[in-house]
């Protein structure tokens, strides 16, 4: 993968800022994307696709090939998504009407795992972190991006979502950083630093318990 690695046992944060006038949630989730270093023939879940916005992109290193699994329980983006992608012709789209986070749907499948503005507004996210890294194969990647920072922002600017955000960073990178192997964690400012929000790759490393499994079936 073309992403540095820390070497540190502390994770290291990256601050930067980015121009308001230039920022969007599609900016930084087309970022995520290119962190993750998604390659033809990969199996790829996106948890929250909304209307497919992010499918142009990831099919653009798909290729044709391999798989993108979209998942949202919100019916009319939903609909969106697969307007899309039958507009598009993708042949590689399975679209699923599910609330994320009881149970894995590709358990360890999946090469990439991609959560894009999706975790802070969803009320299991613990849960919905445990189940995408039971859907990854060993080795496998996921990214998040997402937003944290003072209470007060998130009331201000994404009132709709501000009961969702409460208490859920710092937690919600402490959390990826115990579930993943961190390959890439940054905090950025958007707004000249008025909307604060985070950016996690990381890999699922085959732990020795489950090498034990697979050795004794």
């Known amino acids: 993968m073309n992403i540095e690695r820390q070497s540190t046992s502390k994770p290291a ?24 270093d998604i ?3 990969d199996r790829v879940l996106e948890v929250g696709c909304r209307s497919g916005r992010n499918f142009e992109m ?22 969106k998504a697969m307007d899309r992608t039958h507009t598009k ?8 009407d599910h609330e994320y986070g009881n149970e894995p749907i590709a358990e360890g499948r999946s090469d990439v795992v991609l959560l894009s503005f999706w975790l802070s507004t969803a ?11 039971a859907e990854l194969r060993p080795g496998g990647r996921i990214g998040v991006v997402d937003f944290c920072g003072p209470e007060i ?55 020795l318990q489950e090498r034990e499994q697979e050795e004794v079936a």
């Open 58 to 79: 990831i099919q653009r290193s798909l290729n044709g090939t391999g798989e993108l699994t979209g998942v949202d329980s919100f019916a009319p983006s939903l609909r």
């Open 39 to 41: 390659r033809p023939g």
């Open 123 to 133: 009320p299991n996210w613990k849960e919905a972190l445990d189940c995408a890294r």
């Open 153 to 207: 922002l998130r009331h201000e600017i994404v009132p709709i979502q501000a009961a969702a955000y409460a208490s859920t960073t710092p937690s919600q990178e402490s959390r990826l950083q115990e579930l993943f192997s961190q390959t890439t964690h940054l905090r950025l400012n958007a707004w000249f630093g008025s909307l604060p929000y985070y950016l996690f790759v990381g890999e699922r490393e085959e732990r």
């Open 89 to 96: 012709g993708w042949q590689n789209v399975l679209l699923i």
């Open 13 to 36: 944060i990256h601050p930067a800022n980015q121009p308001p006038a230039r920022w969007t949630f599609l900016d930084e989730s087309h970022r995520l994307i290119r962190q993750l």
